[in-house]
């Protein structure tokens, strides 16, 4: 493995650092449990701050791809995490299309909202930032199905009044030039809690929860989507092939 960093890149130290990391957790004996090398190690060998390693080290945790616990070091996080080619899926709407099921925006809504912790985090951008946040519920007629937030990068220029009926990726890169290629998924059940009306359902009863980390071609984040499905009227299928 190649695992240096380009002084002389022009991609962010940070990013060069979490792709590295990411790269370190595919090898089996990481993949399997083995504590990862610690900061001050990782910082002398890459030749950066241990600043640059805990922000990329940050990152990764808050999308679940890493575990830290006091006092014994970071692993791997169990594997709950999904990761995914955008080539490879589609939106839910033309998911379910060639299903046979006609789905529909039972409501949509563009604002701009300050930036939180974990957004920023993930943008690499101040806390408070104003960011467009996309609402959708999607449904068929008057029964919803899916509710999903988005939150997008301020730097890709998306304004409130763009087509959003349309389908997102292909706007973004015929409009802004921005291309999507992967993404990594966090996916666990919770109760429905304040998102209950929106699905038309009790705040007792379990949604599956869906965070999703969108990247282009640079791994620069493009978008932080969340999903809050019915249970009751979805089922996240994963089909795992066993390589030879």
């Known amino acids: 493995m190649n ?3 380009d002084h002389n890149s022009r991609l962010p130290l940070h990013v060069q650092v979490e792709d590295l990391i990411r ?8 993949a399997k449990g083995a504590l990862l090398p610690k900061e001050i190690e990782l910082a002398n060998q890459l030749g950066v701050s241990r600043s640059t390693i805990r922000q990329a080290a940050n990152k990764l945790e808050h999308e679940g791809l890493l575990k ?3 006092g014994v070091g970071t692993t791997a996080a169990p594997q709950k995490v999904l990761e995914t080619s955008l ?5 839910f709407t033309q998911e379910m299309k060639e299903r046979g099921i006609v789905v529909n925006n039972l409501f949509v809504k563009a604002e701009f909202v300050p930036a939180s912790p974990k957004i920023a985090l993930f943008f690499n951008i101040n806390e408070g930032r104003e960011v467009l946040k996309l609402s959708k519920l999607k449904g068929t007629d008057n029964d919803p199905i899916v509710y999903f937030e988005s939150y997008f990068h301020p730097r890709i220029g998306l ?3 763009e087509d959003f009926e349309i389908p ?5 890169e015929a409009k802004y030039g921005v291309k999507v290629v992967r993404s990594s998924e ?3 059940a919770i109760l429905a809690s304040e998102i209950a009306p929106m699905l038309h359902i ?5 949604v599956l929860y869906r965070e999703r980390y969108v990247y282009d071609p640079g791994n620069r984040p493009i978008e932080f989507n969340v999903g809050y499905y019915r249970s009751d009227k979805f089922t996240y299928s994963i089909d795992i092939k066993k390589s030879s």
């Open 202 to 206: 009790s705040k007792n009863e379990p």
């Open 23 to 30: 790269n370190l957790l595919t090898l089996p004996e990481y």
């Open 87 to 91: 080539d490879h899926w589609y939106s």
């Open 3 to 5: 695992f240096q960093i």
């Open 168 to 172: 997102l990726y292909s706007m973004l």
């Open 159 to 161: 304004t409130k009044e």
């Open 186 to 188: 966090n996916i666990k």
């Open 68 to 70: 830290r616990k006091k």
